[in-house]
């Protein structure tokens, strides 16, 4: 199984990127693709999710009204639409699988609960 990310790159504080996390070596039906942050010195954490067996969404909620994710079942791919970026926004941004996991409004597992895991795409936003 290979979750490849790419897409990251160097922007100015309210322009856009969007991330891509190509899937491959697994049937995906059941999964949830999750998306993750970490900065130098903190914590990896939560961004969003998605259920691909029924597109069910979960943002965090320093990202609510500025990220999108959705997926493109066809192409095996999950995309993470990032606006209105800010400095904050800056880390290395992960995706990850987790068979079964649930994903709601409310819900998005931890780290912990995801077993594959891509290398990462850094994000940096200037001030």
């Known amino acids: 199984v290979q979750l490849v990310e790419s897409g990251g790159g160097f922007v100015q504080t309210g322009r856009s990127l969007r991330l891509s996390c190509v899937l491959s070596g697994d049937n995906f039906d059941d999964y949830a693709i999750g998306w993750f942050r970490q900065a130098p010195g903190k914590e990896r954490e939560e961004v969003s999710c998605?259920?691909?067996?029924?597109?069910?969404?979960y943002y965090a909620e320093f990202v609510k009204g500025r990220f999108t994710i959705a997926a493109n079942h066809a192409k095996a791919t999950v995309y993470l639409q990032m606006n209105n970026l800010k400095p904050d926004d800056t880390a290395l941004y992960y995706c990850a699988g987790a068979w079964g996991a649930p994903v709601d409004i409310a819900t998005m597992a931890p780290p912990s609960e995801y077993m594959y895991w891509g290398h990462g795409t850094q994000v940096t936003v200037s001030s």
């Open positions: 998605i259920s691909l067996s029924d597109d069910s969404t």
